[in-house]
């Protein structure tokens, strides 16, 4: 094998190495989507299991404040109560409305946020109406409840917390990304 | 390393077009590298002056000079220019240079390909730069890009996404000619264990960038479907995740920070010998932990994202394997030393660079472990402790390396011996003003000066100043670097083929200037 045809060889592998390597870059995609669901990580959208017996802890409340946010979607989207007040290990069923203003149907889908942040992890929630994407038809309204408990070890120093949900409108493009939503 | 080969070679044939179209039409190596380092030199004084523009700015508390919108700009230009525009396509120009010389090869392996890698570069730095005239401006999200900011930017972003893209094939069409080169292209008898430091450690940067650069050019493109194509990769609204971009970014930033040493790491190996008199110490531990670095750099990535969220296992895992990289980066530390120990040394201006390289270098090292301590990194993260620590090993590690190596060749390159004395000057000049202007940020990262920011608290204030002071002193000093280029390449003393007395390897056989085509005829390494 001459200069040239050795040359090209190595070109040759290393051009397919580089390919190889760029499409690595969109596998990354899944396998990340993957360890996050096999790690429990980043779990939004599934319901927690409740444990056998909770002790509730009624000697403190927790105060909950109910928040409800839209994204650039034409609906209107409350909680039917501000806020609760809760023991911890305490089961308790929230509402929240939510109507389409708009005259055509919308696919919206909730994503939840908790300040402080620590609260996510002692927030089991067993239904949600985030577990799901939300279909409106044409000037449809919803109730849709949350039922959640806050775990009794949840640190006494917060006497209140907040949970809030963003509303987003979500297209056909979200089957692009492979995303839980989707699926579920 | 004793070489035999036939020495100025006439050129009956040497009729190459003359005037612009020698330099757009050239495949010759030395061409091509002569151009990569002008042009990198070039980027490294507009993102030099976007440096000075922020440093200006922050001289004082409060808006003086820029706003903001444009300060954030700044800092991302900046970044993106000195990464992408200096500091990469100047070690490619050493490559195109030397690795053919060093290796006893004609030239490098895809002469066109060669020419068509460096032709890339200017149209990518154009895009880059008009940014700042489009309506939004550039791209001001920090040179990482981080969304959801670079998804809702103006067309800025898209020109910067472009000029990656194009950056990224110009690098990954180089390093393609290195490994083919090197692999293919070496004298009879130059075994891989027999190569120069400086070409092991092309070969493995050059690997690291075919292995890393595809995969941000699939990031950047995963972010151009997101902001055009309705994808929502990294759209938490659409279940995509903008964590996820920091992991896939960071596994090509990572190596890439590895990227931008590796060379300098073969620059001092080659100066420090020349000039303590001795062989380099620990060889071939040099070379086996040159591949470790590579290595492990693949596999910490997350150590720049310990508080984006992550569990401690995670934490722990990349903790640890970022502290372990210190090991490998020790032994050439050591080997350095131990080459110096008891050596003649004298100290010309590319031993002095190499010197200030492995003491500063050394201390941008300790400040990254430090970085690496989960709990402390959790503290400085976005400080400007964390600016302190990677312009240790940005500019006194790469640029101070790429110094070095340009002292050490130019009387090859121009056959003139460069100005001794105006070297010094650089030298030293440099030294005080990078000190000047870095070390202080360490105290402001440690009190808490976010980065990023254009404005600051007063007790910043002092601190500040004196940075300011130093980057001006820092950036004038580099139009001295500029003086003794242009000396010598204009004249000075003739320059004899070795004027190193400790050189050894095969570029120092042929006469100074190097001849326009060297090698036609391999030499054979005895």
Partial sequence: MNQIQSNALVMRKLLVFTVVMFGFGFALVPFYEKICEVTGLNNLLQADALEASVEVDTGRWVTVQLDANIRNLPWTFKPLESSVRVHPGELIQVMYEVRNTSDREISGQAIPSYSPQLLGKYLKKLECFCFSKQVLKPNEIRQMPVQFMIEPDFPGDYGTVTISYTFFEIGNSVADTGSDVEKS | ?526
């Avoid at chain 2, 990224?168 to 264990?193: K, V």
């Avoid at chain 2, 009387?411 to 005080?432: A, I, Q, R």
């Fill in chain 2, 1 to 526: 390393m004793a070489a035999v080969h036939d020495h100025d070679i006439a050129h009956a044939h040497d009729h190459h077009p003359t005037g612009l179209m020698r330099w757009l039409t050239t495949t010759n190596h030395k061409d091509i590298g002569s151009m990569y380092l002008w042009f990198s030199f070039l980027m490294f004084l507009t993102g030099g002056v976007m440096a000075l523009t922020i440093r200006a700015e922050l001289f004082q508390p409060g808006l003086q000079i820029v706003n903001p919108e444009f300060f954030n700009q700044l800092t991302t230009m900046h970044g993106l220019v000195m990464v992408f525009g200096a500091i990469m396509p100047a070690f490619v120009g050493f490559a195109n240079w030397q690795i053919p010389m060093m290796i006893g090869a004609p030239d490098m392996a895809f002469a066109r390909m060669n020419n068509w890698s460096f032709w890339l570069l200017p149209p990518a730095a154009l895009l880059l730069l008009t940014s700042f005239f489009v309506p939004g401006g550039a791209a001001a999200g920090g040179w990482t890009f981080y969304p959801p900011l670079s998804v809702q930017m103006g067309m800025g972003m898209d020109m910067a996404i472009f000029a990656i893209h194009i950056m990224g094939a110009s690098s990954i069409m180089g390093s393609i000619n290195i490994i083919t080169t090197i692999l293919n292209m070496r004298a009879p008898g130059m075994t891989l264990m027999k190569m120069p430091m400086f070409v092991w450690t092309w070969l493995i940067t050059a690997y690291l960038l075919v292995l890393v650069m595809p995969v941000l050019a699939g990031v950047v493109t995963m972010l151009l479907f997101d902001r055009h194509f309705d994808t929502n990769f990294f759209n938490a609204a659409g279940g995509g995740d903008p964590v996820m971009f920091q992991h896939i970014f960071w596994f090509f930033g990572h190596p890439e920070v590895y990227i931008m040493i590796l060379p300098s790491f073969g620059i001092v190996s080659e100066v420090i010998p020349a000039f303590a008199r001795k062989p380099l110490f620990g060889y071939s531990s040099m070379v086996y932990a040159t591949a470790s670095i590579a290595i492990l750099s693949c596999i910490v990535w997350a150590h720049h994202m310990f508080t984006a969220g992550m569990p401690v296992t995670g934490q722990l895992f990349f903790m640890y394997g970022t502290m372990l990289i210190a090991v490998p980066t020790g032994v050439k530390v050591f080997n350095w030393t131990a080459t110096m120990w008891r050596g003649s040394m004298t100290f010309e201006t590319p031993m002095l660079f190499a010197i200030g390289f492995v003491f500063l270098f050394t201390i941008g090292g300790f400040s990254g472990v430090v970085c690496a301590i989960v709990p402390i990194d959790i503290q400085v993260q976005d400080t400007y402790y964390v600016i302190a620590h990677f312009h240790y090993v940005l500019v006194s590690g790469s640029l101070f390396g790429i110094f070095a190596g340009a002292y050490y060749w130019l009387p090859k390159w121009t056959g003139h011996m460069y100005d001794e004395t105006l070297g010094k000057w650089h030298f030293w000049l440099s030294m005080v003003f990078f000190n000047l202007t870095f070390f202080v940020q360490h105290f402001l990262g440690l009190a808490g000066m976010p980065r990023r920011i254009p404005d600051y608290a007063l007790q910043f204030a002092d601190f500040n100043a004196i940075s300011s002071i130093g980057a001006f002193g820092f950036g004038l000093s580099q139009l001295v670097f500029l003086a003794v280029v242009l000396k010598s390449i204009r004249g000075g003393a003739k320059a004899p083929a070795k004027p190193w007395e400790g050189a050894s390897s095969l570029e120092w056989t042929l006469p100074s200037p190097a001849p326009y085509h060297s090698f036609e005829t391999p030499p054979v390494i005895r």
